[in-house]
C-alpha cells in the first residue's frame, strides 16, 4: 500500500516559472489537503478538497491553484514562482473527518526552491 | 482567526525525564486535538489524539486536555534521545486542521 505519494522531491524554479506538484494516494480518502512548511514554523494550509470536483481555500492561497478530477490525484499549480513560494509542501490525505479523530496521512514533502 | 500556540523551543531534557510540551488554542469550535512528530525532514506523523477534558494515556504519552483553559499537553515520560524531533500541537476545525508552530523537543543520553 503505497499510502500518499508525492512528485518530484527536489525542485528548483527560476522567478516566474511554473510548475505543477504532483500528489496522489491510494486510500480512497475523500478529504485531501495541500500544506506548506516554512524554517521554524508550522504547517499552513493552502487548499484542500473535501471530494472530486470540490476544492476550498485555506489561510495562504495566494499564487497557487488545485483541481480534484478524481478521488485519487490532488495536484498543486504554482504559477508566476516567487521567492516567497520557497517552502517544503506536504499533501495530506484523511478518511471522512468527524469531531474526534481526523488523522492525516501525509505524503514525503515536496522540497521547492524558487531563485 | 483560528490559532494554535506553542512555545517552539528548544526544550532540552536528559534521558530518562519527562518532557511537557504545551499548546493553547483560540477556537472553543475546535473539538479535537492532535500531537504530531515530525523528525528532521520528514513529514509529520500522528502519535496521540484528544477530544474529552482530561487524560488520555499511550505507552510512555499522555496527553491532557482542558477545553475551559483552551489548552493542551503532551507529557513524555521515560524520554529517549530517539524522541528529539519537533512536535507540532493542531486543532480541528471544519474538514481541516489548525497547526501551531512546534516545539523542538531535545533528548541528551
Known amino acids: 500500500n503505497a499510502g500518499v505519494t508525492q512528485t518530484p522531491k527536489f525542485r528548483i524554479l527560476k522567478i516566474g516559472q511554473s510548475m505543477t506538484l504532483q500528489c496522489t494516494q491510494d486510500?480512497?480518502?475523500?478529504?485531501m489537503y495541500w500544506y506548506r512548511q516554512d524554517p521554524g514554523m508550522g504547517l499552513k494550509l493552502i487548499y484542500y478538497?473535501?471530494?472530486?470536483?470540490?476544492?476550498d481555500k485555506g489561510e495562504v492561497p495566494n499564487g497557487y491553484n488545485v483541481s480534484r478530477s478524481t478521488t485519487e490525484d490532488f495536484p498543486l499549480r504554482l504559477e508566476l514562482a516567487a521567492p516567497s513560494q520557497t517552502s517544503v509542501y506536504f499533501c495530506a490525505s484523511s478518511y471522512a473527518p468527524d469531531a474526534t479523530n481526523e488523522k492525516l496521512f501525509f505524503g514525503s514533502g515536496t522540497q521547492l526552491s524558487v531563485l | 482567526q483560528k490559532e494554535v500556540e506553542q512555545n517552539s523551543g528548544p526544550l532540552s531534557v536528559p534521558e530518562g525525564a519527562i518532557a511537557s510540551l504545551n499548546c493553547t488554542y483560540s477556537?472553543?469550535?475546535?473539538?479535537?486535538f492532535f500531537w504530531y512528530r515530525q523528525y528532521s525532514g520528514k513529514s509529520p506523523e500522528l502519535i496521540m489524539f484528544i477530544y474529552s477534558n482530561g487524560d488520555k494515556e499511550d505507552g510512555r504519552f499522555t496527553a491532557q486536555l482542558n477545553k475551559a483553559s483552551q489548552y493542551v499537553s503532551l507529557l513524555i515520560r521515560d524520554s529517549q534521545p530517539s524522541d528529539s524531533a519537533t512536535y507540532l500541537c493542531?486543532?480541528?476545525?471544519?474538514?481541516?486542521?489548525?497547526f501551531g508552530k512546534g516545539t523542538m523537543l531535545l533528548v541528551s543520553p
Open positions: 477556537d472553543r469550535g475546535s473539538q479535537s
Open positions: 493542531a486543532g480541528s476545525g471544519y474538514s481541516t486542521l489548525t
Open positions: 478538497s473535501v471530494g472530486a470536483g470540490i476544492t
Open positions: 486510500m480512497n480518502h475523500n478529504y
